[in-house]
């Protein structure tokens, strides 16, 4: 499994989607934990640079998730205990099913705050109505969305707050000193409050400019895009809880689930006949059928990755002509060298010229997706490190064998893969 370089100060990822069916809930929890193990096996002097965790958006998914069930404790079947992880044996989970281990994330989350790790989220579309002006209306928004938590007894208060969720973050190289500012609007970000900053500790930043802009990313979406999608996601927020769980199962439990299913399905049973069934597949009838299936089905791959490049093209226009003009025409000078965000579920590494018209810069910048921990293949998180270097990364788990090629974890559910190992013993 991948695991964080000495170097790297900022680890940050985005789309966890806590609530959703479909997830790698397993995965983040086994990373946490390894990051956890860093900082209580290790000496202070040989602890790793790692000093902030930035998760931007969707970290809750509110449209397919009630606020109440995260702020509520259900003994399951399936959950982990703290003696023997990964182990299906009775736990504690915040859901009402077993897919879900909201109280382990959590957990891990502030032992992480507890060891000097400091934890930042941005909010997205799945948590707070995006409509309108984002930059005036956020922080009632964030606001609105911790009451509601509040009033519902969440106990993890102090990991969720107003100090420390803000939609834009600015990682700067200043005065040989890293220092990550947090602003809730444009106007905010020129302003530039020295209130609002951590100054890292015990690590030097470099000669040269580092100028890294983070954020979710509905902040570059096209008016159509923001509206056509806001307008649904805005009816499932406000929706009732038993909505929410329909949702929930119709989108992420059968129509994404099922499509995967058809074609492992297919897969597995190809390779796994003998070659006598095979030629007899292959004069037989039913292999022109499969053949269309698979046909059909790589070339709904090519869609999908032509209309992924399409996005992603459209994301860096928008950043280009829309949302570094209006902030230098705001009063907005500096260098933008790397601009991180989530919000489309595909993990990319970019560059684009930004220009300044007001002072005739224009320089080469980078443009990085976090990528998601839901309806994917492969979680991926980025690191930050004290070159202001940035590094994509998926998150893998290999089973070595000199005779079986690595295979990762299957893309499945927290409890299938419980089940598994419960059946194998």
Known sequence: ??????????????????????????????????????????????????????????????????????????????????????????????????????????????????????????????????????????????????????????????????????????????????????????????????????????????DKQCNCLMTHGIQFETFLRKYGGGIPWYIGLKSPDAIKEIGNILYNKVIKLDIRIIEDVFDTWLSGTRKFVRFLLRISLISPFVMFLKLFNNLLKFVARRRDKIKNETYIKQIRKKFFPKLAKEGYDSELNNIIFGHTHKDTDESVFLKNKYTNKQWKAGVVNAGAWQQIDLPTLFEINTNGDIEVNPLRIFRFSFFKKPRRLPYSTVVYELRKKKKKK
């Open 1 to 206: 499994m991948h695991t964080i370089n000495d170097d790297t100060i900022v680890l940050g990822l985005s789309d966890v989607h806590l609530g959703a069916y479909i997830n790698h809930h397993t995965l983040l929890i086994y990373y946490f934990d390894k990051i956890l193990e860093n900082y209580k096996l290790q000496k202070k002097d040989q602890k790793k640079k790692l000093q902030v965790i930035i998760i931007l958006g969707d970290f809750f998914d509110i449209i397919m998730e009630s606020v109440r069930d995260y702020c509520k404790t259900i003994p399951y079947p399936g959950g982990f205990t703290k003696g023997d992880r990964y182990a299906n044996n009775i736990g504690y989970q915040y859901a009402d099913t077993k897919t879900k281990n909201y109280t382990r994330i959590f957990e891990q989350l502030r032992s992480l705050k507890e060891n000097g790790i400091q934890i930042y989220f941005t909010l997205g579309n799945h948590e707070i109505n995006i409509l309108g002006n984002l930059d005036k209306k956020y922080y009632k928004r964030k606001k609105k969305l911790l009451d509601e938590f509040s009033k519902n007894n969440f106990k993890y208060s102090k990991l969720f707050n107003l100090d420390n969720i803000w939609q834009y973050y600015i990682l700067k190289a200043d005065n040989r000193e890293w220092k990550l500012g947090f602003y809730d609007s444009r106007k905010a970000i020129i302003e530039s409050s020295e209130k609002n900053i951590y100054t890292f500790k015990g690590v030097q930043a470099p």
